[in-house]
């Protein structure tokens, strides 16, 4: 759902930013700006800023900015969506109802969360029987009167048809009880699809029962599927969602860290020893859902699978999964076949915390579970899978970090690394030059972008003559691309917390930036940074076609081309200070 770009600007515009901001922390006047000690990281000396004029906020420590929308969504963990609405509700506008259901469709989610809270209660009530086993089988295996009672375990007793009956006695519907997943089909009736198991529900992030797990715990059931869960149904995805989030949320957020398990087992059991931080993914194939979801309380994360060799791949699958979010989580390494839970109960609390201390980066897990150390044939397929994942890390300046610890690591150059990098790429210009390691290969890009924000009116006469793919960030090229294609006329005009609505909330940090970094124009310097542009992009022609012609010395037509480009490199070069830039760039 994304509401009317009118709209959006209505609500902004109406929440003065210094005023939501001021709700949360204490602001003091600075000028033309306010400061404040910044929410989002522990300082003594305040480096968040918030401008009234451009309507954003910035913090030069640890880099966070953004709108008023942003800033709820990262102060209070929320989704933009929820920013809207508690931000519209703030001055009094009603929001449009999108894809409003029909009443039979309302009926029906309703109904379906009322059997999954109906059904939790019943599965509870048959777990706290005196003589239940499965009550007996949880304080075996040391979970605690509190564990139950936080996570609302239960028990599905050996009946196939207890859960149906107690449920159609409270009046839920036929199509209902068929949908909700608790049942199969069965002789033209349904029965239940959980029995003789302990029951864990699993919560939406708001507090809503929409699913069960399940567990075997008696050691005569030979029944195969040791672990059971719900369907899908229309209350429930499974990617959306994690097991234990519900709970641990506070505490996550607190710590401002979060320990990722593989089972709901392992969850109760570290929850049981202290490490209120945990979740669990619903399966070891994590999705990108799950890690957005779980980014929103915390960026800091620990993987805490099973040391097998399933667990092992399956944290070496999450890692891409969390690196494609702009993540880098840490890796546990439990000695060889052991589980979370078996370890605590082996080693107990301190033992693991000392593991958690010890956690690897994803390059260092990578290098031990492929046995790196043994040969230079394992050596190189663990750094050529290290590889593939610093291709997919975004930002420039993380990227070049790793690698230099990668370089370490495995004993080879950084310059090495970026030329395997390189060669993954089919584009053929490349902003970074791997032998001038300690450069931003942006700040042209950012320098320029920076002045056209600062002075609109005395760059816009150039862009014309300016090409989109001069720029190689991708969100300075968007920006550029926005303001060349004049699609929004009023865009440069409104700069600052308009221009945010554009891009993506995780951009808001990069973008809000270049906004408060505002530079003094000189149509000198303006002029001389659009050449030195439009020289690297020749240069990268240039070297492409180089390429080309090695393995086709042949091709008149580009051996010609590459001459043009030669003459106009050489002509730009010769003819800067003799011309104006309109006509050097056509």
Partial sequence: MRYDQTLLEDIRSANSIVDVVGEYVPLKRSG???????????????????????????????????????????????????????????????????????????????SLYGIYESALRYYQNNLIDKDSDGLAYLKARNISDKDIKTFQLGLALKTQSGLHGYLAKKGFSKEALAKCGLFTSSNGGLRDKFFDRIMFPVYSSDGKVIAFGSRIYKDSDDRGAKYLNSPESPIYQKRKHLYGLYQTKESIIKSDSAILVEGNIDLIALWHHGFTNVVASLGTALTEEQVKLLSRYTKNIYILYDSDSAGKEAAARAIST???????????????????????????????????????????????????????????????EVISFLDQ???????????????????????????????????????????????????????????????PEQCADYFDDIEVDYFTHPLIRKLFKLFKTKENPDILAGK?????????????????DLLFNEQPFSRNDFEKMLIGLQLRKLNVDLNTLNEYIIKHPDNEE?????????????????????????????
Avoid at 68 to 85: G, H, Q, S
Avoid at 331 to 340: E, G, H, R, V, W
Avoid at 558 to 583: C, M, R, S
């Fill in 558 to 586: 580009k051996i010609q081309e590459k001459k043009a480009i030669k003459h106009k490199i050489n002509q730009l070069k010769k003819d800067f200070k003799g011309g104006t830039v309109k006509k050097l760039l056509s």
């Fill in 393 to 455: 890390i975004v930002s420039p300046v993380q990227k070049e970090l790793y690698v230099q610890e990668c370089a370490n690591l495995f004993g080879v150059s950084e310059t090495n690394i970026f030329r395997a990098l390189q060669a993954l790429k089919k584009k053929s210009w490349k902003p970074k030059d791997p032998l001038n390691l300690h450069v931003d290969p942006y700040h042209e890009e950012k320098d320029i972008i920076q002045l056209i924000l600062s002075h």
């Fill in 322 to 384: 969390f690196i494609t979010q702009s993540i880098f989580p840490k890796l546990i390494t439990l000695p060889p076949n052991t589980d979370p839970d078996d370890f605590l109960e082996d080693h107990g609390t301190s033992a693991l915390r000392d593991y958690i201390d010890d956690a690897k980066t994803f390059y260092s897990f990578i290098y031990e579970i492929r046995n790196a150390g043994k040969n230079l044939d394992s050596k190189r397929r663990a750094l050529t």
């Fill in 32 to 110: 033309a700006n306010y400061t404040a000690p910044c929410p989002f990281h522990n300082e003594t000396k305040p480096s968040f800023m918030v401008s009234p004029r451009l309507q954003i906020f910035k913090c030069f420590g640890c880099g966070k900015g953004g709108n008023v929308f942003t800033f709820l969504m990262e102060y209070e963990k929320i989704t933009f969506n929820e920013a809207v609405k508690k931000l519209a509700d703030r001055i009094g506008i009603k929001l449009p109802v999108y894809q409003e259901q029909s009443k039979e469709e309302k009926s029906l989610y309703n």
């Fill in 496 to 512: 600052g917390a308009p221009l945010l609505d554009y891009f993506d909330p995780k951009d808001s940090d990069f973008i809000s």
